[in-house]
């Protein structure tokens, strides 16, 4: 088992990856807790990933919808409301059972049912074990875009069981992969090749040490978003307007990645060999690059520009001669040209 933490003081907390991390639950949860609501998917509950999941106190389920349809304002009304009448007190915990979309609403839930609630998760995909489920974010969207409504508030405890991975659908497996992909450019990260456990907490490493340096993201941790600004916005334009793109988010991060080399190219940042070692590392990973059929350069300027880094402007994390950090004020002209040339419609 690897034990890492993520320090921030009297709010620092352990990450535990590997094998059968989940049986460790009742380990974190705090010592003024007589009751606790675990949240999860029937997915997570029919793979029996919650069966044997122990918290030492009484609890009840609450299940989420699947995917990120069940990413919303409505589900933190309907979560909320069955704490409450679950009986949860402030005192209590909630322990959050599933991938990235379970963590980042049970979390969201957790934040502002009485105002601040612990809180534990239990990560059973890749993308929750190497980024979602480590750093405190946690929110839903909007039809306008991704994340737009959230809070930090840390989790007690971060449970990482690669047993879980047994039952992950290959698509949920590119999912991770495009994140994993994403570390390959902001420190020690793994290869493709490397035992997945080995990966799982490399990739946490990264992230946890990122977090310790920046919790609430007011610099450095902004590269933690490297691919994103594109990727969030494939998947808001995917979600409002094309749903047959059918864009895992490690998928969309993986093409944003690219256009995030790109665009650091066509601006003088990089070099083309640059730009080729991102190609290599992404292929590596299987994961696609093209932009999906039918993209326009407008529609995805548009959702680029409701990112939450951006003030007012344009802004990305790109790589660069002082390594991954962000940009701001990159001019409309070069994010259309960069995307017409990964062949995005005017």
Avoid at 170 to 199: M, S, V
Avoid at 260 to 273: F, W, Y
Wanted: glycine share 10%; proline share 5%.
């Amino acid at each position: 088992m690897h034990a890492l933490s993520v320090d921030l003081a009297e709010r620092s907390y352990p990450v535990l990856v590997g094998p059968g991390a989940r049986h460790e639950v009742a380990r974190f949860v705090p010592s003024t807790a007589k009751a606790a609501v675990i949240v999860t998917q029937q997915s997570i509950k029919d793979a029996g990933w919650v069966d044997d999941i122990d918290p030492g106190v009484p609890f009840e389920v609450c299940l989420l919808p699947d995917g990120e349809r069940g990413k919303t304002l409505a589900t933190i009304e309907v979560l909320t409301r069955f704490f409450a009448g679950a009986g949860l007190s402030r005192a209590d915990v909630v322990v959050a059972v599933g991938g990235g979309i379970v963590t980042d609403v049970a979390g969201f839930a957790a934040a502002t049912y009485h105002r601040g609630t612990a809180y534990l998760n239990v990560a059973t995909s890749l993308l929750a074990q190497v980024d979602a489920a480590i750093g405190g974010k946690t929110g839903v969207n909007l039809p306008e875009g991704k994340n737009l409504v959230g809070a930090f508030w840390q989790p007690d405890a971060v449970l990482c069981d690669t047993e879980t991975l047994s039952t992950l659908p290959p698509r949920e497996w590119a999912c991770g992969r495009g994140e994993i992909a994403k570390y390959a450019f902001l420190g020690d990260a793994p290869t493709a090749d490397q035992p997945i456990e080995e990966q799982v907490a490399r990739c946490a490493g990264i992230k946890a040490a990122v977090v310790a340096e920046d919790e609430r993201e007011g610099g450095r941790r902004a590269i933690l978003n490297y691919g994103h600004t594109l990727g969030h916005a494939l998947e808001g334009a995917g979600q409002a307007d094309h749903p047959d793109w059918d864009l895992r988010h490690g998928e969309a991060v993986a093409i944003g990645v690219l256009f995030a080399a790109l665009l650091a190219q066509r601006l003088g940042r990089i070099s083309e060999e640059r730009v080729a070692e991102h190609r290599r590392i992404i292929a590596s990973f299987d994961l696609p690059t093209d932009l999906p059929a039918g993209a326009t350069a407008a529609e995805l300027v548009d959702f680029m520009g409701r990112d939450k880094k951006a003030q007012q402007d344009l802004t990305f994390v790109l790589d660069g001669p002082n390594g991954v950090e962000a940009v701001r004020g990159v001019a409309t002209a070069d994010v259309v040209a960069t995307l017409a040339a990964m062949g995005a419609r005017a």
